[in-house]
């Protein structure tokens, strides 16, 4: 590669001189042009030479015109080889060295040239040897001349059941066979040189070896723990080595435990207990023993299974992950775990704890055999979007993160998150609103950076937020624009728009909003006549839910996959209109979640999985509402459970709902003994305080809303 490059480097270098030289030259033609090298070549670029060898090497420079076409030799070591200016190559010592022709010009061409020493013949030391069987002995062989380049042979045997021989170069430098014999008889051995295939053998003799008497037999285990049918081969040593008897025999001390071949020293394990093998040298009757103890047999783990394979947790969520180790009876059941991720969840014998957002594999693997099993861990926060007093008895509007509070407002004023939603740890929307100077401000939180909906000229509230496709916002809510009437409003991406309405007069209010594809529902109420009709507008076209015949009042929306429209709130009996049934509309249709004599309302809806949730209140015989949650199959028929999130003692309601893996999530607030609140997470059904609780607090705090991502 060198030379390819030198090579280049020197045309280009004559190419540019050829130039320089013809346009210094040039003119109108009177003067005479010089044609000056522009490459030169060799006729050998690699060759071999012996000491005192030479060869001509020839030159080539072109064009054929140029004016000096001569060249100068040299040699990059002058030890190995010399060259005359004529271009005489003499190898003088064995190595590798570069000849070098250069143009005056500076262009050059090389040969690289090895000088070595080739093999003319070999000599063993002596031509014969004799052997007794289990003998040893050194040949020698001598390359000539001794300082030839390769010295490098190759030993063999004629027959290796009579003889064997294996090469080597002792201390000293010299080419060795070592000679073992084996049994009696008549060979040769030879040895071959690399360079030149030069040859030369010596006869080997092997004669019977004098009796050599045993001495002691051992073996090379002195304990044995053996399962159940399995086999493991016992292997006597008889000293010296070269004894000449070598048989032994073998004996278990009770075959029905372990059995051993009588001459192989083959043990099987029989049944479980303790046996000794024995082995006998033939000659002396020299023993050694081995205490063998029998194992149930072992049972290999050909695989391993976890149940579940998934999981979706939220940050202090422990869930167990159950192995299964195949097969049930297998001898080492012991499992190794591992998380590919511990800021998102750690494991302990199984044991999952989710410690932040994001994905983790847990990897179980089986000590016997590595088998290997995961689990897909997905951990999401749990945001929960409400309000909390502080000491001055102003509401803080509060932002709890996995059950610890972000204050989202100063505390100067009363400000209140009504909604939250998360599109991942680093974006996540809340809206609420704040009252200053007596008018309360339509907000946004982004992050906890609050921007203002309204401009505080008219009371306005925030009631809903849903981040479509990452990037664009919805807000619902109202604003009082006509006389200090509330009218319902959409927010998209901080542009308001006005939700229709029938009665310039009447009141109408939007609770919540829901966004599936193209299509933007919203959902809330309009005031007509004094009577208040729940309303779903859908892409801002009204739809009337309820007869219109008693009050009702729309309070959140959620579309299924399939399409279907599930709308949660309350309807008032023409009968006795202070009573209010919880509803849920489906496409429109309502089904009744409470009892026609009790004062109810149903405050939000969501799908997960198989099931739709509703949460809600309901008042118990003794006038306090029960915080509630109902359920139905996705099929969407009769409601299968209805089950109270409170005990009565004292007032309580769920505001938000949100499902999650195997789990539903409930916010809302409880009441106590003093008439303080405090903002109440249900899981399952398992009340966690987000706030104190206990009955000698008068402070109000309240959980609106809830959403896990």
């Not at 140029?66 to 005359?84: G, L, N």
């Not at 190898?91 to 090389?110: E, K, R, S, V």
């Not at 809903?464 to 604003?479: I, Q, R």
């Not at 006005?498 to 959902?523: I, K, T």
Request: aromatic share 6%; net charge negative.
């Amino acid at each position: 590669m060198k030379k390819k490059l030198l090579y280049l480097a020197t045309t280009l270098l004559a190419l540019l001189t050829a130039v320089i030289v013809s346009l210094s030259c040039g003119g109108d033609g009177g003067e005479n042009i010089v044609i000056v090298p522009t490459a030169v070549s060799l006729d050998k670029e690699m060759m071999t030479l012996q000491p005192s060898e030479q060869t001509l090497l020839k030159a080539e420079v072109m064009p054929a015109n140029a004016a000096d076409r001569k060249v100068k030799w040299t040699v990059t070591s002058q030890s190995v080889a010399m060259v005359s200016d004529e271009g005489v190559v003499t190898a003088l010592l064995p190595g590798q060295t570069d000849i070098i022709a250069t143009t005056h010009n500076g262009l050059m061409a090389t040969c690289r040239l090895t000088v070595l020493v080739s093999v003319t013949g070999v000599k063993l030391n002596t031509p014969t040897m004799s052997l007794g069987v289990g003998g040893h002995d050194k040949l020698f062989a001598t390359i000539e001349p001794s300082n030839a380049t390769n010295k490098n042979v190759r030993w063999t045997s004629n027959n290796n059941n009579i003889a064997t021989v294996v090469g080597n170069i002792d201390g000293s430098g010299l080419v060795t066979g070592i000679v073992e014999a084996v049994s009696p008889g008549t060979t040769f051995v030879s040895v071959v040189t690399l360079d030149g295939a030069f040859l030369a053998n010596c006869v080997i003799t092997v004669t019977p070896a004098a009796h050599v008497p045993v001495q002691f037999v051992t073996l090379n285990k002195t304990t044995l723990s053996l399962p159940i049918d399995n086999s493991e081969t016992l292997v006597a040593g008889i000293e010296p080595s070269h004894a000449t008897n070598q048989n032994v025999f073998w004996l278990s001390s009770d075959p029905d435990i372990a059995s051993v071949s009588y001459f192989g020293g083959i043990v099987t394990g029989m049944k479980v207990g303790t046996a000794t093998i024995t082995v006998t040298t033939e000659e002396g009757g020299h023993k050694a023993t081995c205490v063998v103890t029998v194992v149930p047999a072992v049972i290999d783990v050909t695989g391993v299974s976890l149940d579940p394979v998934s999981l979706s947790l939220v940050v202090g969520d422990e869930v167990e992950i159950r192995p299964t180790v195949m097969p049930a009876n297998a001898t080492d059941k012991l499992v190794l775990w591992s998380s590919s991720d511990e800021n998102v969840a750690v494991v302990s014998n199984g044991t999952v704890t989710a410690r932040g957002s994001g994905q983790a594999i847990i990897t179980a693997t089986t000590r016997d055999g590595s088998f290997t099993a995961e689990c897909e861990v997905n951990v999401a926060d749990v945001y929960v979007a409400g309000y909390e007093e502080n000491a001055g008895g102003m509401a803080v509007a509060t932002l709890w993160v996995n059950g610890e509070p972000r204050a989202l407002s100063n505390g100067a004023n009363n400000a209140y998150a009504n909604s939250v939603f998360a599109l991942d740890a680093n974006n996540v929307y809340v809206t609420g609103y704040e009252i200053i100077g007596g008018t309360s401000w339509a907000r946004l939180w982004i992050n906890g950076m609050a921007l203002d909906l309204t401009n505080g000229r008219n009371q306005a509230r925030a009631n809903s937020v849903f981040v479509s496709n990452g990037k664009t916002y919805y807000v619902a809510g109202y604003e009082e624009e006509r006389q200090g009437i509330p009218s319902a409003k959409l927010w998209v991406n901080g542009v308001a728009t006005p939700l229709p309405y029938g009665s310039a007069s009447g009141r109408s209010e939007a609770n919540s909003v829901f966004v599936q594809g193209d299509n933007v529902y919203v959902v809330g109420y309009e005031e007509l006549a004094g009577v208040s009709y729940a309303r779903l507008w859908i892409n801002g076209d009204p739809k009337q839910l309820g007869t219109g015949s008693a009050n009702t009042l729309a309070s959140s929306v959620f579309v299924l996959p399939n399409g279907r429209i599930c709308v949660a709130g309350y309807e008032s009996t023409p009968q006795n209109p202070q009573m209010r049934m919880a509803r849920l509309w489906v496409d429109g249709e309502p089904k009744n979640l409470s009892n026609v004599n009790n004062y109810a309302s149903a405050t939000s809806v969501f799908a997960s999985g198989s099931d739709v949730h509703a949460v809600g209140y309901e008042n118990n015989a003794s006038s306090r509402s029960i915080a509630r949650r109902w359920r139905w199959e996705n099929s969407l028929g009769s409601n299968t459970e209805s089950n109270p999130l409170s005990d009565g003692s004292y007032n309580a309601a769920a505001n938000s709902v949100f499902g999650y893996g195997n789990k539903v999530y409930a916010v809302g607030y409880e009441n106590n003994i003093q008439g303080g609140s405090a903002a109440i997470l249900w899981v399952n059904g398992f009340s966690r305080p987000l706030t104190l609780k206990i009955t000698d607090v008068r402070a109000n705090a309240r959980a609106n809303a809830v959403f896990v991502r």
